[in-house]
């Protein structure tokens, strides 16, 4: 009988059905909830039609949660020996980008495949993870103190962000490096090399800026002084400011936004999305996107914890951190925090690149919690 039992549970069928109720389930109706926050954003972008922007979207969505809930079957130890095909591919997108890219805003970021615009960069961070949780996959915490065991990991993490930054597309490029540096901390690098790598980098500060393409620099300064060109580099920040302000606590109400509705806000679809929920939904609102954001963020740190191999566990940490820093700078960019930079607010901004990398991204996330139990195997 125990035999037959076995031979059972060992059906491909079984085996499918076991991992689609072991699906956090929880998790995948937070990000509905999410995308179906982007939807009333942007159908509110749109004037009040779902035909510009949310329709679209809200398709795309739909194409990337099928795509989620697959990626979600697949095993870890599959998703190990794709991690370098994946790396490469990235690479070699990025490298095309270069030399056929289209040109957008003074930047090449994005190429048309089969005929859909793709942008590399997103792509790429998502690759990264999963080739750094490869490879420390099989490097143990004692090998984390030789520095020859950390030079691959630091070459595969600089060319994809050097690619990036040649576009340029610098926000991009720095959130790769941020949640590269948190996947080596993590893994087990030592805490005296990262304070020796981190003490020089306040110098660098004059240098980068003197390197960067004149239309980043108008960023800085207008992020310092906005008031100083309030018609032309620092009208998007003062007009985000103008819009979160007249929100207030309980908002000017769904499709009644003056910012907004009558397009003073620019790039409302897109980088300035939870401007208009703020102005719309008001304070109260805005951090109830906000608490929503937070518990995605927190959910994939928690279910990484539960995972008991190293690679599951740095895959799924990789993307939860991936998702936090999009949200981390997109709200503090459209606060006034930090310069704009091109950033989007995940699932609610516009854009399919950023959409269904980020599904995808969420699908190796809850791979990683679906095989949680697997134990550690170097292969």
């Not at 509110?44 to 795509?67: C, D, E, N, W, Y």
Request: with cysteine.
């Amino acid at each position: 009988m125990d035999q037959q039992k076995r031979l059972w549970r060992a059906q491909p069928g079984f085996q499918l059905l076991s991992k689609f109720f072991q699906i956090n389930w929880f998790y995948v109706v937070l990000i509905c909830g999410l995308a179906g926050v982007g939807y009333m954003a942007l159908f509110s972008a749109g004037g009040g039609s779902a035909k510009s922007f949310a329709h679209p979207q809200i398709v795309r969505f739909a194409f990337g949660l099928v795509m989620m809930v697959f990626v979600a079957f697949v095993s870890p130890r599959f998703l190990r020996r794709l991690a370098i095909p994946i790396y490469l591919l990235s690479i070699v997108l990025l490298v095309l980008v270069l030399h056929m890219g289209h040109v957008g805003k003074g930047a090449e970021r994005w190429i048309m495949i089969a005929g859909i615009q793709f942008q590399p960069s997103e792509f790429a961070k998502v690759a990264l993870v999963l080739m750094l949780a490869s490879w420390f996959h099989r490097v143990s915490r004692e090998k984390m103190g030789n520095l020859l065991y950390l030079i691959p990991p630091a070459i595969m993490t600089l060319l994809p962000v050097a690619l990036i930054l040649k576009e340029p597309n610098l926000g991009t490029a720095v959130i790769t490096a941020l949640i590269a540096a948190a996947m080596f901390f993590v893994a087990g690098m030592r805490l005296w090399l990262i304070v020796i790598l981190a003490v020089p980098l306040p110098f660098l500060g004059g240098f980068v800026y003197n390197h960067l393409h004149d239309y980043q620099k108008a960023r800085i300064d207008t992020f310092i002084h906005p008031e100083t060109d309030p018609l032309g580099a620092g009208y998007n920040i003062i007009q985000s400011k103008i819009a979160l302000g007249s929100g207030g606590m309980w908002g000017e109400g769904y499709l009644r936004g003056s910012q907004g509705q009558l397009n003073f806000l620019p790039e409302k679809q897109t980088d300035f999305i939870f401007t208009m929920i703020g102005e719309e939904w008001g304070y109260v609102g805005a951090i109830a996107v906000m608490a929503l954001l937070a518990c995605l963020s927190i959910g994939g740190v928690l279910m990484s914890m539960r995972c008991r191999n190293q690679f599951s566990r740095l895959l799924a940490l990789g993307i939860a951190i991936d998702f936090f820093m999009y949200c981390a700078v997109n709200l503090s960019m459209v606060m006034g925090v930090i310069p704009v930079g091109g950033v989007p607010l995940p699932l609610i901004s516009y854009g399919g690149s950023a959409m269904l990398t980020m599904m995808f991204g969420f699908g190796l996330l809850l791979s990683s919690w679906v095989h949680r139990d697997e134990r550690e195997r170097v292969d």
